[in-house]
């Protein structure tokens, strides 16, 4: 449930907000435990949850362990680091309104056995990571010209599915079809409790968050990402006027720059680490 402060948040994804802006781009490093779990303290999770969830992330092959003497590290692996490098473009290069659109689509069609519900669930759910809505029920459709077939052949749909780019028809009335299609009040809704908290908080002096520039940075960058995941980017001239995401973009990037520096030369001060072995 989501606290006044702000929706609740995974430990991992705390966990890959901290991998990705203080490890990912350092090297090939692993930190040790005991500075994992003092930098997550200040986002608000406690030690035996970091613990927890260091271990799960080893168990699915996104952290490797490294031991130094008495004392463990972790480090990214191949899977993590390529999960993290995506997650960055998505924070940082590509913008929360779509002003670019040039009128395509990107159509995936499918057609799976009854028995094959995992196969249906992971498919759906990386087709709307990927901006896509459910146009009819083996109908998917996504504004612009997508290459989703590395996404098919991952999953080893590639024989049950098949793949158009397209424009639509005059007769399509393409504002509809996008509220038809997918969640606009839910996906505007975050977007505005987003830039509302935020703001309020970015303007309170009494805030502790405002002391403590590296939780409020994962935090924030932790929030933005699981709000974006949500949103296709459907092109900015079909939406509403007032779409609040443009609002809340500024908000995220603001914040951001402001704690960038400080929460820095705080991890700095945190973590230990040493370089990562080749496995």
Same mark, same amino acid.
């Given at each position: 449930?989501d %606290?006044?402060e702000g &929706?609740q948040?995974?430990?991992?994804?705390?966990?890959?907000?901290f991998? =990705?802006?203080?490890?990912?781009?350092?090297?090939?490093?692993?930190?040790?435990? =005991?500075s994992?779990?003092?930098?997550?303290a200040r /986002?608000?999770v406690g !030690?035996?949850?970091?613990r *927890?969830?260091?271990?799960?992330?080893v168990n699915? =092959?996104?952290? $490797? $362990?490294q031991r130094?003497?008495r $004392?463990?590290?972790?480090g990214?692996? &191949?899977?993590?680091?390529?999960?993290l490098w995506?997650?960055?473009?998505?924070l940082w290069?590509t913008?929360a309104v779509?002003?670019?659109w040039?009128?395509?689509?990107?159509?995936?069609g499918? %057609?799976l056995?009854e028995?094959?519900?995992?196969?249906r669930? +992971?498919?759906?759910?990386?087709?709307?990571?990927?901006?896509? =809505?459910?146009?009819y029920?083996?109908l998917?459709i996504?504004?612009?010209?997508?290459?989703?077939?590395?996404?098919?052949?991952?999953?080893g749909l /590639?024989?049950?599915?098949?793949?158009f780019?397209?424009? /639509?028809? !005059?007769?399509? #009335?393409?504002?509809l079809?996008i509220? +038809?299609?997918?969640?606009?009040?839910g996906?505007?809704?975050r977007?505005a409790d987003?830039?509302?908290?935020?703001?309020?908080r970015?303007?309170? #002096? %009494? #805030?502790s968050? *405002?002391? +403590? &520039?590296?939780g409020?940075?994962?935090?924030?960058? *932790?929030?933005?990402?699981?709000?974006?995941?949500t949103d296709p $980017?459907?092109p900015?001239r079909?939406l509403?006027? /007032?779409w609040?995401?443009?609002?809340?973009?500024?908000?995220?990037h603001?914040?951001?720059?402001?704690?960038?520096a400080?929460?820095r030369r705080?991890?700095?001060?945190?973590?230990?680490?040493?370089?990562?072995?080749?496995?």
């Amino acid at each position: 449930m989501d %606290s006044p402060e702000g &929706p609740q948040l995974r430990p991992q994804s705390l966990m890959f907000a901290f991998f =990705g802006g203080h490890v990912l781009e350092e090297g090939p490093l692993c930190v040790y435990s =005991g500075s994992v779990i003092e930098v997550l303290a200040r /986002a608000g999770v406690g !030690e035996q949850a970091v613990r *927890s969830t260091l271990t799960r992330m080893v168990n699915r =092959g996104l952290l $490797r $362990r490294q031991r130094e003497g008495r $004392r463990m590290y972790f480090g990214l692996t &191949p899977q993590a680091t390529e999960i993290l490098w995506n997650g960055k473009k998505r924070l940082w290069d590509t913008g929360a309104v779509n002003d670019d659109w040039d009128g395509t689509w990107t159509l995936l069609g499918f %057609s799976l056995p009854e028995s094959w519900q995992r196969q249906r669930h +992971d498919l759906r759910s990386r087709l709307t990571w990927s901006g896509f =809505g459910p146009l009819y029920s083996g109908l998917w459709i996504a504004p612009g010209d997508f290459d989703v077939s590395a996404l098919v052949s991952e999953l080893g749909l /590639a024989a049950h599915v098949k793949i158009f780019h397209a424009t /639509a028809d !005059e007769a399509t #009335d393409i504002g509809l079809m996008i509220r +038809d299609t997918w969640d606009l009040d839910g996906v505007g809704a975050r977007y505005a409790d987003f830039d509302k908290r935020w703001t309020d908080r970015l303007g309170s #002096d %009494s #805030d502790s968050d *405002s002391v +403590d &520039p590296l939780g409020t940075r994962l935090r924030l960058t *932790s929030e933005w990402l699981q709000i974006i995941r949500t949103d296709p $980017r459907l092109p900015a001239r079909h939406l509403p006027a /007032a779409w609040p995401a443009r609002s809340a973009h500024d908000t995220f990037h603001r914040i951001a720059e402001q704690t960038e520096a400080p929460a820095r030369r705080m991890a700095a001060h945190l973590m230990e680490t040493t370089p990562l072995r080749p496995s």
